[in-house]
């Protein structure tokens, strides 16, 4: 069993920055896949990002790529989503994930654990 936290989440205009952080616990973290999701109001949920268990593979949504960076320190049990130049559409909920397989995959039906969501809303 794995507990995922979100934490990081908030409010910011138009091209500003926010690191969303995911806090797991249990000591399997390390063999985890990790994702990022997001939902906004009315629409379906969508991938962001992920990152394989060793970090040495991301992969990432064409409408984040170049702004946001997925990472993960194994040591701390947390992984991470740098998101740079935000913009009005990137208003959503977001989601870690954790996969048992390891890998970084993009479905949300992939992954086994997940977070509550931290609410991050991008005015213009």
């Known amino acids: 069993q794995v507990q995922l936290v979100e934490s990081g989440g908030g409010s910011v205009q138009a091209g500003g920055s926010l690191r969303l952080s995911c806090a797991a616990s249990g000591r399997t973290f390390s063999s985890y896949a990790m994702g990022w999701f997001r939902q906004a109001p009315g629409k379906e949920r969508e991938f962001v990002a992920a990152?394989?268990?060793?970090?040495?593979?991301?992969v990432y949504a064409d409408s984040v790529k170049g702004r946001f960076t997925i990472s993960r320190d194994n040591a701390k049990n947390t992984v991470y989503l740098q998101m740079n130049s935000l913009k009005p559409e990137d208003t959503a909920v977001y989601s870690c994930a954790a996969d048992r397989t390891g890998r970084a995959r993009t479905g949300w039906y992939e992954y086994d654990y997940w977070g509550q969501g931290t609410q991050v809303t991008v005015s213009s």
């Open positions: 990152i394989s268990w060793s970090g040495g593979r991301t």
